[in-house]
Nanobody
Framework: QVQLVESGGGSGQTGGSLRLSCAAS????????MAWYRQAPGKQRDLVAT???????DYGDSVKGRFTISTEDAKNSMYLQMNSLKPEDTAVYYC?????????WGQGIQVTVSS
């Protein structure tokens, strides 16, 4: 049973930084793709950043230049460094890891940015 657990969320201030972590337990394989999503109240879940097993990265337009996704493959862990935070970054953040067509999701972690 694969489980993903996010950590590192909480409160930050405008212009500040936070770092999210996502650790996978129970996985006996390397994931093909890892990603961060976020969902603000009353809104749909949006893609924040992705990284493939080959190291290719992509970001949502709203976070480009501010957020950085990275992985530690040996530990099946993933990180999201969030800099220059804005109030509109407030949301529940979810990590996702995909192996083939099977995707696993974390339970979500709250990030709140105050102005």
């Amino acid at each position: 049973q694969v489980q993903l657990v996010e950590s590192g969320g909480g409160s930050g201030q405008t212009g500040g930084s936070l770092r999210l972590s996502c650790a996978a337990s129970g996985a006996r394989f390397a994931f093909h793709e890892m990603a961060w999503y976020r969902q603000a109240p009353g809104k749909q879940r949006d893609l924040v950043a992705t990284i493939t097993s080959g190291g290719s990265k992509d970001y949502g337009d709203s976070v480009k230049g501010r957020f950085t996704i990275s992985t530690e493959d040996a530990k099946n862990s993933m990180y999201l460094q969030m800099n220059s935070l804005k109030p509109e970054d407030t949301a529940v953040y979810y990590c996702k890891m995909r192996f083939g067509v099977v995707a696993y999701w974390g339970q979500g972690i709250q990030v709140t940015v105050s102005s």
